[in-house]
């Protein structure tokens, strides 16, 4: 266990290692990521806006231009560190678990403008996953009058992971509020526009993101 789960479990008022046993056995990953240098000028996304499922992700490699996170205002914040910086991003599940006490952060990464557009980016994100048999219920210290129970269902870890991978936006109303967030933030990156894509065709997926065409189906990307 991080010494980041003790400050969480603390600050909502349990054991400093509540945390341990609920994420010993878990699906948890260590990722390498490789953002290939970009040989054209090109204002696309490299990541678009999401947040992640799991309980937190632990980033390492954040000292490059890139990566930004959505604040409250709706606006994008670039995130740059030093190297022995590590960030942390609340995912869903802890969220879910703390009533919205944590939010889940609303995240991008977008093509550098400056001269390190040619040079590779790497980012190591640790995601922390709870247990799968860990059944998520609201925690009764994250509900009062002020904050009635969001979450009154509770669902096994494994099966809100399964779930949410195969969510349907159109269809799941469980996700709707995170749907809407996530299409705002989409928005506030990329104003959709009725081009057609060169390659598979599509005219509904299309958006013009700063002089740049960028299709969201199939990737394919022309910039002025």
Same mark, same amino acid.
């Given at each position: 266990m991080c010494i980041r789960d003790r400050y969480i479990a603390l600050y909502l008022g349990l054991s400093s290692n509540w945390f341990y046993e609920k994420t010993n056995q878990g699906n948890?990953?260590?990722r390498l990521i490789h953002y290939?240098? @970009?040989?054209? &000028?090109n204002n696309g996304l490299r990541a678009s806006p999401h947040e992640d499922i799991n309980l937190i992700?632990?980033?390492?490699?954040?000292?490059?231009?890139?990566?930004?996170?959505l604040d409250q205002d709706n606006k994008w914040i670039p995130i740059k560190t030093d190297s022995d910086i590590v960030v942390c991003n609340v995912g869903d599940m802890l969220q879910r678990l703390t009533n919205k006490k944590f939010i889940s952060t609303t995240h991008k990464v977008v093509n550098p403008k400056s001269n390190i557009k040619n040079i590779s980016r790497y980012s190591m994100p640790f995601f922390i996953h709870l247990n799968p048999d860990f059944y998520i219920?609201?925690?009764? @210290?994250?509900? &009062?009058?002020?904050?009635?129970?969001?979450f009154p269902n509770g669902i096994l870890a494994d099966d809100y992971l399964k779930e949410r991978n195969t969510w349907k936006p159109d269809t799941d109303s469980?996700?709707?509020?995170?749907?809407v967030r996530i299409t705002m933030a989409q928005e506030t990156s990329a104003q959709e526009s009725s081009y057609e894509c060169k390659d598979c065709g599509t005219s509904t997926n299309v958006v013009n993101e700063?002089?740049?065409?960028t299709c969201r189906e199939c990737g394919w990307s022309k910039c002025d």
């Open positions: 948890s990953i260590l290939p240098p @970009s040989d054209k &000028d992700t632990l980033l390492f490699g954040t000292q490059q231009e890139g990566l930004e996170i219920e609201t925690l009764n @210290s994250c509900i &009062d009058d002020n904050s009635p129970n969001n469980d996700f709707a509020e995170e749907k700063g002089g740049c065409l």
